[in-house]
């Protein structure tokens, strides 16, 4: 009897047994997306740091090599690097930009890029303000003139 019970129960849909593996196919394209996302975030940053790269900035490379910039070429995506002892013994080596490992330039946030696009649409806007001193400097004027008045009075 109680396997008439199980028999009867078991009167499924041919869609149920897909449920689980249409499941595992979503998080398998859920988990690829993200990690498509990250990985495209950490080669944003990488990119933004590389580009950062300035003479002054201390670099070492993917081979090893620990030097200071010294000139960067931004057309040809090249850097010079200084390396040496502190004896004056020094050596100049080009690197490709993609060669930097680590380095202690900071890239500068994007807040601060648009602000600096955004400066020159500004500039015409501070001529307008200008005629608004000539008022002020009258105001200034009329105060004196009041305290002579009191000076007067009170003589």
């Known amino acids: 009897m109680l396997f008439n019970l199980l028999a009867e129960g078991d009167t499924t849909t041919p869609w149920t047994s897909?449920?689980?593996?249409?499941?595992?196919?979503?998080?398998?394209v859920a988990f690829f997306v993200w990690?498509?996302?990250?990985q495209r975030k950490k080669q944003k940053a990488f990119n933004d740091t590389v580009?950062?790269?300035?003479?002054?900035?201390?670099?070492?490379?993917?081979?090893?090599?620990?030097?200071?910039?010294?000139?960067?070429?931004?057309a040809?995506?090249?850097?010079?690097?200084?390396?040496?002892?502190?004896?004056g013994n020094y050596s100049y080596m080009k690197f490709d930009k993609q060669a930097i490992y680590q380095t202690d330039a900071k890239p500068e946030p994007a807040a601060e890029k648009k602000e600096k696009e955004e400066a020159p649409?500004?500039?015409?806007?501070?001529?307008?303000?200008?005629?608004?001193?000539?008022?002020?400097?009258?105001?200034t004027e009329d105060a004196p003139a009041e305290d002579k008045k009191d000076e007067g009075e009170n003589k």
């Open 35 to 38: 990690s498509f996302i990250s």
């Open 76 to 87: 040809e995506g090249t850097f010079v690097l200084k390396t040496g002892d502190s004896e």
């Open 18 to 28: 897909y449920i689980p593996i249409i499941i595992i196919v979503l998080l398998l």
């Open 51 to 74: 580009n950062a790269v300035r003479p002054g900035s201390k670099v070492k490379t993917i081979g090893g090599v620990v030097g200071e910039v010294v000139e960067v070429d931004d």
């Open 121 to 139: 649409a500004e500039a015409p806007a501070e001529p307008a303000e200008t005629p608004a001193e000539p008022f002020e400097e009258a105001k």
